[in-house]
């Protein structure tokens, strides 16, 4: 196949595109040889918006989300564009990025602990943020530290501030850990997995405080999780990655009202969870996605899911199903695309 | 079950306490972690009792004294009816085969020095119920019911993937076919579709050998799908305990309602639609347990009461719907907290706040 300009499709308005990610292309090189960890992955992300990538582990989620702040490790090699407000961040200096990252862009990691410095209190580490970014006097950031932890509803932040992390529950510090990297007023918030650490009834008021900052802020969110009810709960827009291949992109309603991946379907099938006025069946089983994640170590001309995917005919194993619409701003990577029934 | 079994119960525990000392912590200095403070239940032959509550809870710790991986500090646990909470590891021997773990972590929970066939051999080699040509029949046996291909036995851990790994923790726990399995956290670190296909494996295995099972898991959605009966953990204490039809139906326990109502549900119509209560603050520190109702810190419908006076785990509406809340009234039933929140949300500082949303 000839290499595509770029496979991309518009899902929504590109004209007000806070960030725009073009045809990114990520490989890392390992003494095994090359890992194709993601290919051609484009989107667009307003303000005040919400996206999600979903998909398994491995998928590519983190490594897409970490190269727009540049924070891939040196063997990764970035190709295609990552356009904030126009401007090209893949072509910035080391300095210049860190001047974006942490003001217009900052990030959320799954792990809290490992994210916040121990040695520190949270109130330095907030106050660290703003001095460096705002130039704000000692008093005047910490009087904002505390501003920040009462608005992600830390209780008796004034006392709070003056805490360590491990004084703190893992709720607590995922919401310091969104405090510091909304301190700035950053334009866009990459969060990966904020709540995946987290008991239900705290995860509920993390999100709660996400939904708030876009509402209030209207802070852009790239949101990473492999929970389809927090994309169900919070998502705009869904992207849904499989093996490394944006599969399908679609407005939240549509993609869960209409699914046209056999991939998607099958995650959309996995899920348990309680359907409304059905009598619960005992031995009612889950539906199963047969069959493993293929390996990155190549990025063959065919369908990456033809392995596994139920639907999979001739043409799906002779070349590569291209990402495009298959219902008005819904496309799909797929020869054989719809709802599963 | 068509098994010709009793109805006696596989589990019985009664009142089981278990406090940890926590030596010379350098910050608070030494306490006593109340992980479990007086949990009972019972399992029945063939049953799967769910056992949900957040992290911290206790849950692990009510598996581990059962299995009696640690030793409880008061209370009776018998297992096929004998006390086992005070027997020797000697006297304790025979009893080990009727029940077995498995854990949360695939990627630790196996020994990554041996293959995949020794892992599933060890406890029939340690037992002595098969050797030789036997043992490795056995093996590939149990290989195959848990949808693993037999040339795997030669592999190991770190060559497969995650549901892999949890498929050989199981083929290794039922290999010994125990009365009981304590399943801990068994899918909470997979793949959503590597999930569905261990819970059906599990549901598949349950059936075909009858076996009992303690499900232990922080989300409610897999318990609801996979077992008999819940029992709901808040610090320490079961809060809730009944059928699954019962649970779902009519959760009584305000904590229970908001687990309920937390989590999201994979469609954004009603995801969106629902009434949520957002509870405010954390799990209190099981070194200092709040006074009366251990959930009265967070509780939106608490009152005075629930602040000094200890809640008994009771059937309230009906006698097998155990419930530990003051406000649960046998004519009125379950305090609404949804209602409540929604009552006070409209308060500044209420620290709640409703599912009141912008329209998408
Ligand atoms: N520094 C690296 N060197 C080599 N390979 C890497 C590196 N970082 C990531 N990868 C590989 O890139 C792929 C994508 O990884 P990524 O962390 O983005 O997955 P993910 O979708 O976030 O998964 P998870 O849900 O498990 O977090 C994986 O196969 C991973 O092993
Ligand atoms: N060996 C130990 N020494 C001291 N404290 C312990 C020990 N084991 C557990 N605890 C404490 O007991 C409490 C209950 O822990 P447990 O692991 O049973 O909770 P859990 O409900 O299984 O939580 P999770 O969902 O995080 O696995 C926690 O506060 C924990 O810190
Ligand atoms: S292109 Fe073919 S193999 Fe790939 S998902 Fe569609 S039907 Fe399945
Ligand atoms: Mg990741
Ligand atoms: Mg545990």
Redesign the interface.
């Known amino acids: 196949m000839t290499t595509t300009v770029s496979e991309r499709v518009p899902t929504g308005p590109a004209s007000d595109a806070l960030l725009s990610v073009q045809d990114l292309h990520i490989r890392f090189s390992t003494e095994d040889g090359p890992v194709h960890a993601v290919n051609g992955v484009s989107f667009d992300l307003a303000a005040g918006e919400i996206l999600a990538l979903v998909g ?2 491995g998928c590519g989620k983190s490594v897409t989300a970490m190269s727009v702040p540049g924070l891939l490790s040196p063997n990764a090699t970035v190709d295609g564009r990552i356009l904030l407000q126009g401007r090209d961040l893949l072509g910035l200096s080391a300095k210049e990025l860190r001047a974006v990252r942490g003001k217009e862009i900052s990030f959320v990691f799954q792990e809290p602990m490992s994210s916040l410095n121990p040695a520190f209190t949270v109130g330095k580490q907030i106050r660290e943020v703003l001095q460096r970014h705002e130039g704000l006097s000692k008093k005047a950031a910490h009087e904002r530290a505390v501003d920040l932890l009462r608005l992600v509803r830390i ?1 008796a932040p004034e006392r709070r501030v003056d805490e360590y992390p ?2 703190m ?4 510090r995922q919401r310091v850990m969104i405090a510091i990297a909304v301190a700035c007023g950053p334009k866009v918030l990459v969060a990966d997995e904020p709540t995946t650490a987290l ?7 993390v ?2 405080i996400l939904r708030g900052l876009r ?1 209030e802020l209207g802070t852009a969110i790239i949101l990473i999780t ?8 919070l ?2 827009r869904v992207v849904v990655m499989y093996a490394g291949r944006p599969v399908e992109q679609a407005e ?2 549509e993609l ?1 009202a209409h699914p046209q991946h056999p991939y998607t379907n ?3 099938g ?5 359907e ?1 006025g059905v009598e ?1 069946v005992a ?8 069959g ?1 994640v293929p390996s990155l170590r190549s990025d063959p001309d065919e369908c990456v899911f033809a392995p596994r995917c139920p639907r999979s005919t001739e043409v799906c194993v002779s070349r590569r199903p291209p990402l495009e619409p298959t219902r008005p701003h819904h496309p799909a990577a797929c020869f054989h695309p719809g709802e599963d029934e | 079950m068509t098994s010709p079994r009793t109805d006696a119960p596989v589990l019985e525990v009664t009142d089981l306490v278990k406090h940890f000392s926590t030596g010379s912590g350098f910050r608070s200095g030494s306490g006593v972690v109340r992980a479990v403070d007086g949990v009972s239940f019972t399992i029945g032959p063939g049953e799967i009792l769910g056992l949900v509550g957040e992290s911290g809870s206790g849950k692990s710790t009510v598996g581990r004294c059962v299995t009696r991986l640690v030793e409880p500090t008061s209370g009776s646990i018998k297992l096929l009816g004998t006390e086992i909470s005070s027997l020797s590891r000697r006297a304790m021997r025979p009893l080990r085969r009727q029940v077995h773990i498995v854990f949360q972590d695939p990627y630790s929970s196996l020994n990554p020095r041996m293959t995949i066939g020794q892992i599933v051999a060890e406890p029939m080699r340690l037992h002595g119920t098969a050797k030789g040509a036997a043992l490795d029949e056995r093996v590939d046996e149990m290989l195959e019911k848990c949808g693993l291909r037999s040339e795997l036995r030669d592999r190991f851990p770190h060559e497969m993937s995650g549901g892999q790994r949890q498929r050989v923790g199981l083929a290794r726990a039922l290999a010994l076919e125990p009365s009981l399995v304590i399943a801990d956290e068994p899918v909470s670190a997979l793949d959503v579709s590597v999930q569905a296909s261990i819970l059906n494996l599990i549901t598949d295995l349950q059936r075909d050998l009858g076996f009992s099972c303690l499900f232990i898991t922080h989300d409610l959605s897999v318990v609801e799908y996979i077992s008999d009966a819940i029992a709901v953990m808040y610090l320490g204490k079961i809060v809730e305990r009944t059928s699954r039809e019962k649970l779902f139906r009519d959760p009584q326990m305000p904590y229970t309602q908001s687990l309920l109502t937390a989590a999201p549900v994979p469609d954004p119509v009603a995801q969106r639609e629902r009434t949520r209560v957002v509870l405010r603050g954390d799990l209190p520190s099981p070194l200092d347990p709040p006074s009366g109702c251990p959930f009265h810190t967070r509780c939106p419908v608490a009152v005075e009461r629930c602040t000094v006076e200890v809640p008994p785990l009771v059937g309230v509406t009906e006698p097998d719907h155990l419930v530990a809340c003051h406000l649960v009234d046998r004519e009125t039933g379950a305090p609404d907290i949804a209602a409540a929140a929604a009552a006070q949300g409209a308060e500044a500082g209420a620290g709640l706040q409703t599912g009141a949303r912008r329209p998408a």
Do not use: W
């Not at chain 1, 529950?169 to 607590?172: A, P, T």
């Not at chain 1, 008991?199 to 008021?205: K, L, N, S, W």
């Not at chain 1, 492999?226 to 709960?233: I, W």
């Open positions: 398994e582990s209780p491990h004084q529950s893992g709720g607590m008991d239900v009834t705290i995860q509920a008021g999100l709660d509402d492999h929970d389809l009810g927090v994309v169900a709960d998502a705009d939240v309603h869960f099958g995650l959309l996995a899920v348990p969870h309680r409304k619960l031995g009612r089983r889950l539906r199963e996605i047969p493993l």
